[in-house]
């Protein structure tokens, strides 16, 4: 069973930030690797940030803005977003895919709402 739980999703104003969190299992965070997407009304899902053998990666719309974490006592990853602008309004989504090489983001959480207001 992998069971992921994000939050700290909400309402806030252009250029300000936010902080959201996925909480996952001690199983799921010592095999896996977590990751965010976010879905935009009408737009395909898109990668936001994640992490791998290397170190942290992001998607480039985010890239200087968004930073993934973690917490490794909590098993807890984190992104934090600044500079937020109206487009990155979106379902913000928790994944987990396994450490192998070139595996796929398999599991999901159900997501937290962002939204950015002019």
């Known amino acids: 069973q992998v069971h992921l739980v994000e939050s700290g999703g909400g309402l806030v104003q252009t250029g300000g930030s936010l902080r959201l969190s996925c909480a996952a299992s001690?199983?799921?965070?010592?095999?896996?690797?977590m990751g965010w997407f976010r879905r935009a009304p009408g737009k395909e899902r898109e990668f936001v940030g994640g992490f791998t053998w290397s170190g942290p990666y992001y998607g480039d719309s985010v890239k200087g803005r968004f930073t993934v974490s973690r917490d490794n006592a909590k098993n807890t990853v984190f992104l934090q977003m600044n500079s937020l602008k109206p487009e990155d309004t979106a379902v913000y989504y928790c994944?987990?895919?396994?450490?192998?090489?070139?595996?796929?983001?398999?599991?999901w959480g159900q997501g937290t709402q962002v939204t950015v207001y002019s």
């Open positions: 001690e199983r799921t965070f010592s095999s896996y690797f």
């Open positions: 994944a987990a895919r396994n450490r192998r090489l070139g595996s796929e983001y398999d599991y």
